[in-house]
């Protein structure tokens, strides 16, 4: 198990970019693929990027293609979501996830076992 705390929401006006931080306790960090959600009001939970373990693999919702941009570094336990060209309709709280079994269902993987509390991502018209 893992801990993950995220960082970095905001607000910001529309085209303005931010960038979030998503920190991880434990030693096994490494072997979690990870993954961004984000949560709109009144919304279901949907899919944003995931990134392997390693970093050779990332995969987008559409949505978010060619804006925003997943990353990690495993000797600092973290993950990052670098969201340029930011739109209203990106406003919603964003959660990272890790998956453990991912290797054992494939990427991106469907499921997550360890989620953090959210930061609150606000984008201004």
């Known amino acids: 198990q893992v801990q993950l705390v995220e960082s970095g929401g905001g607000l910001v006006q529309a085209g303005g970019s931010l960038r979030l931080t998503c920190e991880a306790s434990?030693?096994?960090?490494?072997?979690?693929?990870m993954g961004w959600f984000r949560q709109a009001p009144g919304k279901e939970r949907e899919f944003v990027a995931a990134?392997?373990?390693?970093?050779?693999?990332?995969h987008y919702a559409d949505s978010v293609k060619g804006r925003f941009t997943i990353s990690r570094t495993n000797a600092r336990n973290a993950v990052f979501l670098q969201m340029d060209s930011l739109k209203p309709e990106d406003t919603a709280i964003y959660y990272c996830a890790g998956a453990s079994f991912w290797r054992d269902v494939g990427f991106p993987p469907m499921t997550y076992d360890n989620w953090g509390q959210g930061t609150q991502v606000t984008v201004s018209s």
């Open positions: 990134i392997t373990s390693s970093g050779d693999n990332t």
């Open positions: 434990g030693r096994t960090f490494s072997i979690y693929a």
